[in-house]
Every structure is written in structure tokens, then in C-alpha cells.
């Protein structure tokens, strides 16, 4: 699958919320909706430029929005050195207030993406901070990270779960979206964890979760 991400896209520079400087790629959209995109596991060569980040991303600007993806402190010309998950959440805040600044205020419909790990450090943000009203979980790493602050998550939640994912049992995902406190949208793919033999289905995923969120305000 190519993907083809806006030619308006601009390299710039933010602060964590800890006050380290992070690089990021923007793209402007609409100003009444915006997504913050985080990337997989920074020790495990996850970037702003990992595939499935970027069909995600394409998706969000198809359908207008203005898109941030960035690299976690420690990677590309990212300062900072990896924080475990604990620090990165600083950087998922840095990335809203820079989408607040670019869009002249709080974003009507603020969204936060991630991938993996990234979809672990997103979901702890979305979770708790009132500015996030939507959260797209892309493989969900359960075997490796507690999810369950997501039962006490006020935003909508979308998953995109591959169904032979090495990092996640199906059992782990039913018993979360069990526990949420209103029924996610979820669409399970039949692929692994980096969704090698899905390349075809996986925009069509990205493009009908994006839908959702946009029609459940």
C-alpha cells in the first residue's frame, strides 16, 4: 500500500511538558479537529516514520484534520533519552499544547493515535486529560502494559486489533472492552502485530475508525 501523506506537511519543534525539545511532522487541517499520533516502542526502531503511524496518519488528513506526528524524547532530533512510557506521556502533552497553539485555542475535537507502545502512552493521556475526546488504540500491547485506565476514560475509544498479535491475547482485548464504560468501536484484522500480511486492509481500518470518532461528537 503507498501511502501518500499531504504535501503541506512541515517539520517542527516542541516542548514536552517536562521541557524538552521534540521534533514533529505538521500537517494543517481543519481547525475544529486534530490528532496527535504516537509511534511504537523508540528501542524497537518506532519513529514518526514507521508505516503503520503514517496509514494512520493519511487516514486522519483524507478526512480533513490537522495531524502532528512526533518522535518521542531520545528519537531522531528528539532530546531527552528513553523514559519507559513514565516520560513520554510529558511528550503526548506537549503535542496537544502545540496543536492548541497552531489552532488558536482547545480543539473542538482533539484526538490522540497511537501504535504499540504509542498506543499504550496515548491511552494515559487520553484517559485523564479533558482536553482529548477521542482515542484511536492501534495493537494494544496488553501482554506487556496494564490497559485498565481506560475504564476510567470519558472520550470515545476506537481499537484497531489484529487477531495474531504476539504482544496481545484476544482473551486480554474481550476482558478491556468488556470493562469500558461505553462500548468501543473495534475492528479486529487478521494479521500480526505489525500488520505485515494486511497492508490492503489496514487503511480501510484507519479510514472507517476515523469516520466513527468524527460522527459519534
Known amino acids: ?34 490528532v496527535v499520533l504516537c509511534h511504537p516502542h523508540p528501542l524497537h526502531q518506532g519513529s514518526m516514520l514507521t508505516p503503520v503511524i503514517m496509514a494512520a496518519e493519511q487516514a486522519f488528513q483524507e478526512a480533513g484534520w490537522t495531524t502532528l506526528a512526533f518522535n518521542f524524547r ?11 512510557g513514565r516520560d513520554e506521556v510529558a511528550d503526548v502533552e506537549g503535542g496537544l499544547a502545540l496543536l492548541a497553539k497552531e489552532l488558536g485555542g ?10 504499540s507502545f504509542g ?6 493521556v487520553a484517559a485523564r486529560d479533558p482536553r482529548v475526546h477521542a482515542y484511536l488504540g492501534i495493537a494494544p500491547v496488553l501482554n506487556r502494559y496494564d490497559y485498565t485506565f481506560l475504564e476510567s476514560a470519558a472520550c470515545r475509544i476506537a481499537l484497531i486489533v489484529p487477531t495474531h498479535d504476539e504482544f496481545s491475547d484476544l482473551e486480554k482485548i474481550n476482558a478491556l472492552t468488556a470493562s469500558l464504560p461505553r462500548s468501543p468501536w473495534i475492528r479486529f484484522v487478521e494479521t500480526d502485530h505489525l500488520f505485515r500480511s494486511a497492508w490492503q486492509i489496514l487503511p480501510i481500518a484507519c479510514r472507517d475508525a476515523v469516520a466513527w470518532i468524527a460522527s459519534a461528537r
Open 1 to 34: 500500500m503507498p501511502i501518500r501523506l499531504s504535501t503541506h506537511a512541515r517539520l517542527v519543534h516542541f516542548l514536552s511538558n517536562d521541557g524538552l525539545r521534540l521534533e514533529g511532522r505538521y500537517t494543517p487541517g481543519a481547525a475544529d479537529r486534530a
Open 74 to 84: 531520545g528519537v531522531g532530533g528528539s532530546a531527552g533519552r528513553h523514559g519507559h
Open 106 to 115: 482547545p480543539v473542538p475535537l482533539q484526538a490522540i493515535c497511537g501504535f
Open 119 to 124: 498506543s499504550y502512552v496515548g491511552g494515559v
